[in-house]
């Protein structure tokens, strides 16, 4: 019966073939919170940021920066491919390279490089984040394509990203999650459960590290889930790569077309989400409503888009900053706290903006 | 020679000796407006049937120009002069607009053409942009009203009874009610005007007359009378909550998201429509008549289908929710509290016992659940006390309850099936402005419960006054969402219109 009714549901377009995308509203209704936030640091390809002892560190592609209060920037380290996920504790920084694994500088493990089995199981490093001393949990993107093809991973319909826990010490891989679809951000509970986003599901989900079963805690979300930050409430900032739009999730359900693309459009013109627009006048143009001789134009879908949503420590969003499909500071992929500020990348946009006072619940 | 046309003197009208009204002194003068006003169950249907011939007086006398009459039908009423354009409205839907315009004068033999011709002149002649052939079932409220008036007028009628005349109309229509009623008066035609809305009372009416519990406690000219003073006179108390959003409220926070409704069509009444709705909060939704909010509230109940191909989605708590018919929506929490509640809210002949025990059975799980009598008392008592339902005995047929009383036994009906969601359709429309303070508690109650409410209301007022959020729907869609501290008036009805 219920392969009857899939049938069904594939043939008028409902159920897990319904082409609909979750509203922006409630807690995630829009705003111009992150266009009209102050510019902390114009910086290329900006992304990971990590609050450190002596500063904030970020990512611009190959090169590892720390910014002081004010946003002057000092390249900390360049490093032989991209840094694709940053996390640092207690004076020990990790970073993931693109295709070439985790490496620790400073602290106890300092000077460590993935090799071997390590290096090319985890070539798609996502996110990082310390457990302990001696233990990162490390989300793994895609089994086949690096960090930088998440576009490509997304349009393939690839669920072969995987979380796991890696011992320092040993360099002992311990497979805690496989077949997500781009786990893109995972942040510790203070308990036995994790948090890790799955981008191309749309959700959230609780993984206990213990028994290693997964709840969703937060699902059918209308964007993209990247990085998860804490807040200092107990709380968290989640980040997005883009908003979903009904276009996107009709090409991704029409396999000829979907196929078609993939094979013979170069992949900055996809009808796919992106993390900036506007560079080209080849690109699908975007506009969300755009009206051109008097007529709407369907097509014109938003495909890049900035939003930053803070929810509770039950991951119910509460409140959130968005650039919309005319703005600029989009492809916002991390965020952190600095005191009652909250800075956030904005790989589209090239920039780290300063929302101020929205930290620590002093809004305004 | 006296200036009026009916006079009432010491009247009472009693069911079952309990008297509707009881020693009542009414006087109507020729060429006027005259609002009455009053609570549900103050008596002033009762009082305006009395005139028309529905009922007999009890006891007292009825003056019509001068001379004692006693009318034994509406029909000899209606020859006398005085005719009553129901809330519901009397025509016959499966005949044309100039049939029920000359029903009762039928001739041997029918020349429908010269029928429509004399209906087309005539209507022209009032202003009415009513096509004399239309069915009467594919009119709107305003111009199935138009109909009814222009057949009190045709029958030379001296006197007409207007009950809630403009509790379906648009604003736009209610402006054009509004001229009309100056051109009866115009031509001498006295009007008695029953209206739960007191502004527009105050800016029509030349006098009125506040009934409360079967008495008149105030009358005189309009001038004289205030919002707040007809409030007094019609509740007896100084309303301390405040009817029009006037005080400063602080929204709720959201809640878990209950509902979600992904790119929802329906023919093409309600098109790619989304929205969420949360728990916790009032989500009012406004939008003129005809925006498709009911009928996206209706496809989440079960009560509409939504297209077959690529319709839409709706989560109920994140899981996919299509009812084919309202029984499983009932019974996964969602009920639809109905805006046309004589027409499917209740069962007119049972009591509100009855009534509440139906919506009970609905969402019981065993089908053998049985109808018992005690039961439904219990549930009366129950769900009076809650609610303070006024009713004449327990035994009393809703048909005998007042708009307000009967408002209350349908949103009970709907809360008695401990619902996740409740969709309010229009909830206090034709009801008094006591029971709309009670109505808008009780839906504030049931957010501070962690309810998710909807509200949908053509009236801005009660969105603002009770909503958290704003959806504002317009041409099947919702085009704007507001919080309560953002939210004007103007900003809404902007949304609305442009």
């Known amino acids: 019966m219920s392969a009857v009714s899939r049938l069904f549901d594939r043939f008028l377009g409902r159920g897990d073939w319904a082409v609909t995308v979750p509203t922006l509203d409630g807690p995630l209704l829009p705003n111009q919170g992150l266009e009209e936030a102050e510019l902390f640091a114009g910086l290329t390809d900006a992304d990971n940021l990590v609050r450190t002892e002596k500063g904030t560190l970020a990512s611009s592609a190959n090169r590892l920066m720390r910014f002081d209060a004010d946003g002057k920037p000092e390249v900390t380290q360049e490093f032989p491919g991209e840094i694709t996920a940053l996390a640092h504790a207690r004076g020990m920084t990790a970073l993931a390279i693109d295709g070439k694994g985790v490496v620790i500088r400073g602290g106890l493990h300092d000077g460590r490089e993935a090799t071997g089995e390590e290096a090319g199981r985890l070539s798609c490093v996502t996110a990082l984040t310390f457990l302990d001393s001696n233990t990162l949990l490390v989300a793994n993107g895609s089994a086949s394509l690096p960090a930088s093809a998440w576009r490509r991973d997304l349009m393939q319909k690839n669920a072969s990203g995987s979380v796991w826990r890696l011992d320092l010490k040993s360099g002992r891989l311990e497979l805690i999650r496989d077949g997500l679809g781009w786990p893109a951000g995972i942040a510790t509970t203070g308990s036995n459960r994790v948090y890790v986003t799955e981008a191309w599901r749309h959700r959230v989900l609780a993984i206990d590290l213990a028994s290693k079963a997964t709840v969703p805690v937060l699902e059918h979300l209308p964007a993209y889930p990247a990085r998860i930050a804490p807040a200092f409430n107990a709380g968290y900032w989640l980040t997005f790569y883009s908003v979903r739009n009904q276009l996107v999730e009709f090409i991704l359900r029409e396999e000829t077309f979907r ?6 459009v170069p992949e900055a013109y996809w009808m796919a989400p992106s993390l900036s627009s506007w ?8 506009g969300s409503q755009l009206k051109q001789m008097n007529v709407l134009k369907p097509y014109a879908v938003t495909r890049s888009y900035g939003l930053v949503v803070h929810c509770d420590q039950n991951m119910k ?5 968005h650039s919309r499909a005319d703005g600029t500071v989009h492809g916002t992929l991390s965020a952190c706290e600095a005191d009652d500020d909250l800075l956030v990348a904005s790989r589209g946009g090239s920039r780290i903006v300063r929302l101020a006072k929205v930290a620590s619940g002093k809004r305004g | 020679m006296s200036d009026n046309i009916i006079e009432l003197r010491g009247a009472t009208k009693a069911f079952s000796r309990i008297p509707a009204f009881k020693n009542v002194d009414f006087d109507l003068r020729k060429g006027e407006i005259h609002a009455l006003l009053g609570e549900n169950g103050a008596g002033k249907s009762t009082l305006t049937k009395v005139m028309a011939g529905v009922f007999k007086l ?22 006398a002069g005085i005719a009553m354009v129901f809330q519901e409205t009397n025509l016959v839907p499966a005949m044309t607009v100039a049939q029920n315009l000359y029903l009762g004068e039928e001739k041997m033999f029918n020349r429908l053409r010269g029928l429509y011709i004399q209906a087309r002149q005539f209507l022209a002649g009032m202003g009415f942009q009513v096509d004399p052939t239309a069915q009467v079932s594919t009119l709107g409220a305003a111009h199935k009203q138009m109909v009814e008036i222009a057949r009190a007028v045709h029958h030379k009628a001296r006197v007409i009874i207007f009950d809630e005349p403009t509790a379906t109309l648009t604003p736009e229509e209610k402006r054009h009610f509004f001229n009309l009623l100056q051109r009866l008066v115009k031509e001498g035609i006295a009007v008695v005007f ?16 506040v009934m409360r519990d079967g008495e008149i406690v105030a009358s005189g000219a309009a001038k004289g009378f205030t919002r707040a003073s007809i409030v007094q006179a019609m509740v007896g108390r100084t309303l301390t909550e405040t009817l029009h959003g006037e005080v400063k409220r602080i929204a709720r926070p959201y809640g878990d998201k209950v509902l979600s409704v992904e790119n929802l069509s329906c023919a093409g009444l309600v098109r790619n429509s989304s929205f969420s709705v949360f728990s916790g909060q009032v989500t009012g939704m406004f939008g003129l008549v005809g925006a498709g909010r009911t009928e996206m509230a209706k496809v989440v109940a079960g009560l509409l289908k939504r297209n077959i191909f690529h319709g839409g ?7 996919s929710a299509r009812y084919r018919v309202p029984r499983p929506a009932v019974r996964d929490g969602i009920v639809y509290v109905t805006e046309d509640r004589k027409f499917d809210g209740f069962f007119e002949t049972m009591t509100a016992g009855e009534n509440l025990q139906i919506g009970e059975l609905t969402e019981a799980s065993n089908p053998l ?9 219990e549930l009366a008592k129950q769900w009076g006390e809650r609610l303070r339902l006024k009713q004449i005995s327990d035994r009393a047929r809703m048909i005998e309850l007042s708009g307000g009383n009967q408002q209350k036994v349908v949103i009970a009906k709907s809360l008695i099936q401990q619902p996740k969601l409740v969709i309010f359709d229009e909830p206090t429309r034709g009801v008094d402005v006591g029971a709309i303070v009670e109505i808008h508690q009780l839906i504030s109650d049931l957010a501070d419960q962690g309810m998710a409410v909807v509200v949908i209301s053509s009236y801005l007022p009660e969105i603002l006054a009770v909503s958290d959020r704003i959806l504002v729907v317009k041409r099947g869609r919702v085009v704007e969402e507001m919080m309560l501290s953002e939210a004007t008036e103007e900003r809404v009805m902007f949304a609305a219109v442009h």
């Open chain 2, 369 to 377: 659940s049985m109808v018992s009598m005690s039961r439904a008392k």
């Open chain 2, 58 to 79: 009890t006891e007292g006398k009825l003056f019509f120009d001068g001379k004692e009459v006693s009318f034994a039908t509406p029909a000899e009423a209606l020859r």
């Open chain 1, 317 to 321: 969003p509460l409140s959130s900053f």
């Open chain 1, 259 to 264: 196929k078609r693309m993939l094979a013979e």
């Open chain 2, 194 to 209: 029953i209206t739960h809305a007191l502004e527009e009372a105050l800016a029509v009416a030349d006098r009125i007359t």
């Open chain 1, 279 to 286: 560079r080209d006048y080849r690109e699908p143009m975007q």
């Open chain 2, 313 to 319: 989605e709706v989560r109920l708590l994140g899981k």
